[in-house]
């Protein structure tokens, strides 16, 4: 059964940072990555990383969001700094199957206050 359990987010002052982790079991994942949204807004691309190591970033959060995996422990991690106000969301994390199933978290929520 595959499962991706995020953690890591919280309330946090603009200008401080959080780091998120995403844990994925149950399968071998391509492709991860990371996505939110925000009250009223539709769901969009954060960061994502694929099996071989390279990166995309949505250019609202490049230069301040670090995006990291570790394949032999099946994790996922978004380093989030300078955080702003307009960075708050549910945060999920999607992977894909080598098969190209996708599969999605349950979310974490990320408060930014200014």
């Known amino acids: 059964q595959v499962r991706l359990v995020e953690s890591g987010g919280g309330l946090v002052q603009a200008g401080g940072s959080l780091r998120l982790s995403c844990a994925a079991s149950?399968?071998?994942?391509?492709?991860m990555g990371w996505y939110r949204q925000a009250p009223g807004k539709q769901r969009e691309l954060v960061a994502q990383?694929?099996?071989?190591?390279?990166?995309n970033y949505a250019d609202s959060v490049k230069g301040r969001f670090t995006i990291s995996r570790d394949k032999a422990k099946n994790t996922m991690n978004l380093q989030m700094n300078s955080l702003k106000p307009e960075d708050t969301a549910v945060y999920y994390c999607?992977?894909?199957?080598?098969?190209?199933?996708?599969?999605w978290g349950q979310g974490t929520q990320v408060t930014v206050s200014s």
């Open positions: 999607k992977a894909w199957t080598n098969y190209g199933a996708p599969y």
């Open positions: 149950g399968s071998i994942f391509s492709t």
């Open positions: 990383i694929t099996g071989g190591g390279s990166t």
